[in-house]
């Protein structure tokens, strides 16, 4: 029998927003929005984002009592990023992560980036 504590994080409602903080404080100065979808909808987020004067472009959750404006069209662009990585994920190599070492594999990636980039034209 298994005995779960309520302290105990379930994955399953682990949202992207945990690791934000990591993502947000590597932004190149300069950034003007931040395009995220639904998991990244949190207050804290969004008071991070514009105490640096950026826009956050993420759709509210929805059960969200106030839901916060966005710009629809722009969050569609967003399928662009996410076509990208689907492609990189065509690549067994990058998409199985076969190098352990950080430096080789972003070597890895720009080489796959490089010829999705070349194929393409």
């Known amino acids: 029998m298994t005995v779960h504590s309520s302290k105990a994080p379930v994955t399953g409602r682990i949202r992207d927003f945990k ?9 190149p100065v300069g950034t003007e929005v931040v395009i995220g979808d639904r998991g990244y909808d949190s207050n804290r987020i969004r008071r991070s984002l514009v105490e ?18 966005y710009n629809w069209h722009l969050y569609k662009k ?8 689907a492609k990189l994920k065509d690549w067994r190599r990058v998409a199985t992560r076969y190098d352990h070492c ?6 890895a990636i720009h ?4 010829f999705i980039f070349y194929l393409k034209e």
């Not at 690791?19 to 932004?27: I, K, N, R, S, T």
């Not at 826009?55 to 969200?64: E, Q, S, V």
């Open 19 to 27: 690791g934000a903080d990591v993502l947000l404080a590597h932004l």
């Open 52 to 69: 640096r004067n950026i826009t956050a472009c993420i759709p509210p959750r929805k059960n969200r009592k106030s839901k916060p404006p």
């Open 78 to 85: 967003r399928h662009l990023i996410e076509n990208m990585f």
């Open 102 to 107: 950080a430096h080789t594999f972003m070597s």
């Open 111 to 114: 080489i796959a980036a490089s």
